[in-house]
């Protein structure tokens, strides 16, 4: 466990980070922390490195706080990076870490392999607004850093839902709501209200998905011409894939969605046996035991190939533990 104060002795500038693409706990944690920061540490000078924020936490505010281009050879005494599993994730703001005097990472990544001076990595806890939640003083947390840590937390429990929600959790959930945050209309608004967009996107994923792996899971590909042609942006995609995992009797949900041609984002879900943050590390990306990502090259036909491969030997691997017992 890291100490605030500590980590903040001496230093006169600091930078946070996220990854690219933000998500719910992304933009919670960050903006919760970045606001905290600049409330109790006012000598200070403390800047937030993030991509646009999705419409979606539009209604939260301050979306105008982070900035989206680095000052060329700018040095932060400290480089904080949130949610964030590997340097390389952070984006364009990679090298504002590289060129920071330290450097500390609060993740719950379990592909995180501690690129940071110091690491605070807790690959069982919900989110990294619940780490962040635990960092700072309870009693110093004012009703708007609340409901950003709140928000972080619902986006990556799916409402306290997923089986990383933990007594631990709910209890932090129950700290921030006697902050008098309004909790009901966080979800709604930045969880469950979709645009007219996403849902078109919803139906379409849902419509053209393919059972395989004897309907053991189940895959969806969204082309670069769709997007285009609905207008999507990738943050309209969010929530797709926990939809395709609700599917009776199907393990793994498989989201692939093009960035660019014959590039692929794919997305990956799980019930209860297969580890998908191996297969996502297999091939270069990462995420946690239950929900996972990667981005991979070639025709949708060998991303699923190559997928399926892992998936199904992983499956198997389980069969085969249940038929000796
Ligand atoms: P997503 O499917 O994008 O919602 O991601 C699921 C989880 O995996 C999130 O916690 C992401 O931070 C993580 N993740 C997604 N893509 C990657 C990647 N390319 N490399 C490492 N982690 C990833
Ligand atoms: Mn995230
Ligand atoms: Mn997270």
């Not at 500590?6 to 006169?12: A, R, S, T």
């Not at 706990?25 to 999705?54: A, F, N, Q, R």
Request: aromatic fraction near 8%; include cysteine; hydrophobic fraction near 40%.
């Amino acid at each position: 466990m890291i100490v605030l104060n500590d980590v903040l002795k001496g230093k006169h500038s600091v930078a946070i980070g996220g990854h690219i693409r933000p998500d719910g706990d992304c933009v919670g944690s960050t903006l919760g922390l970045y606001l905290y920061l600049t409330t109790y540490y006012p000598e200070i000078e403390t800047d937030l490195y993030l991509e646009e924020i999705p419409e979606a936490f539009q209604m939260m505010g301050h979306r105008d706080v982070p900035k989206h281009e680095i000052v060329e050879g700018k040095v932060y005494d400290l480089f904080m990076s949130l949610d964030c599993g590997d340097a390389r994730r952070l984006g364009f703001s990679e090298p504002v870490f590289q060129n920071a005097k330290e450097t500390l990472c609060v993740d719950h990544h379990i592909s995180n392999e501690s690129f940071a001076d110091t690491n605070y990595i807790v690959p069982d806890a919900s989110s990294t607004s619940e780490l962040v939640f635990r960092l700072l003083d309870e009693e110093k947390i004012t009703e708007e850093i609340a409901s950003f840590l709140y928000m972080g937390i619902v986006h990556d429990t799916g409402v306290f839902q997923y089986s990383c929600t933990s007594p631990e959790t709910m209890e932090v959930g129950a700290a921030l709501l006697r902050k008098g945050i309004n909790g009901s209309a966080i979800i709604d608004g930045t969880y469950f209200e979709k645009s007219y967009v996403q849902n078109q996107m919803l139906g379409k994923a849902l419509l053209e998905s393919m059972m395989i792996l004897n309907k053991k899971a189940v895959v969806s590909v969204i082309r670069l011409k769709e997007m285009e042609f609905f207008q999507a942006k990738p943050s309209d995609l969010d929530g797709i894939v926990s939809v395709l995992r609700q599917t009776r009797g199907v393990e793994v949900a498989i989201l692939l969605y093009e960035l660019e041609p014959q590039t692929f984002k794919v997305s990956l879900r799980s019930k209860e046996i297969v580890d998908v943050s191996a297969v996502a590390k297999y091939y270069g990306g990462g995420g946690h035991v239950r929900a996972a990502g990667v981005t991979m090259k070639g025709s949708p036909h060998d991303v699923i190939n190559n997928l399926t491969l892992l998936i199904e030997r992983q499956l198997r691997a389980a069969e085969e533990k249940n038929e000796e017992k």
